[in-house]
């Protein structure tokens, strides 16, 4: 069973990527940035996708291929972008995956639509390291915008504390290497995933 509203794709692409060194969007791997690998994967699912981004990025060459949200606020990370996107369309569920997943697959995304909860503001894979929501491969419903303010309000601005602190359906992987992200060089090791030229 899943949620009335439609589902819109975010992907995440408006990080300062400090310990990669490069900007993790535009890591290539088999011929396709990560960015536009992770947009692509969206988009074979979902009848809109956008890329989350800065302003400071919204013009290069790369993100400005696609359909943007471009934050509203500074400093708060990955809640930038989900509460940007909430902002530009309260009506929708937005399912938000970031751009440095690279073993992310089509089954996933598939499993996380059939298994969208219409009961919780949101629905999340549990991590295969420590059984804690996965961020950043979610979908949030339109009720989770009124839990994520609480949270910000307070002083909360980690997505992750978010949905352990919340009503969050958490689902199984079916692939336990899916959401293994991506974060410095030597990350890259063995996986034919390459810094941008």
């Given at each position: 069973?899943?949620?009335r509203?439609p ?21 290539r791997?088999?011929?396709q ?24 990025q ?6 400005s291929?696609f ?44 499993y ?35 839990v994520?303010?609480?949270f ?15 009503n ?15 974060n ?14």
């Amino acid at each position: 069973m899943t949620a009335r509203e439609p589902v819109w794709g975010l992907v995440l692409a408006g990080g300062k990527s400090r310990r990669m060194g490069s900007d993790k969007a535009l890591l290539r791997q088999n011929g396709q940035t990560q960015l536009s690998r992770t947009v692509a994967l969206l988009e074979a699912q979902l009848e809109r996708v956008f890329v989350s981004t800065t302003a400071a990025q919204a013009d290069d060459a790369e993100r400005s291929q696609f359909d943007q949200v471009v934050d509203r606020y500074d400093d708060m990370g990955p809640v930038a972008g989900i509460l940007s996107a909430m902002d530009s369309n309260a009506e929708v569920s937005w399912l938000v995956l970031a751009c440095d997943l690279p073993n992310v697959d089509e089954a996933t995304i598939a499993y996380l639509l059939e298994n969208l909860s219409p009961d919780h503001p949101a629905t999340a894979y549990r991590s295969t390291h420590d059984d804690l929501p996965e961020p950043l491969c979610a979908i949030y419903r339109p009720e989770a915008r009124e839990v994520i303010d609480g949270f910000v309000e307070q002083g909360m601005n980690c997505p992750r504390k978010i949905l352990i602190k919340s009503n969050t359906h958490l689902l199984e992987q079916p692939n336990p290497a899916a959401l293994h992200n991506i974060n410095t060089p030597e990350d890259l090791a063995g996986t034919g995933i390459t810094l941008a030229s």
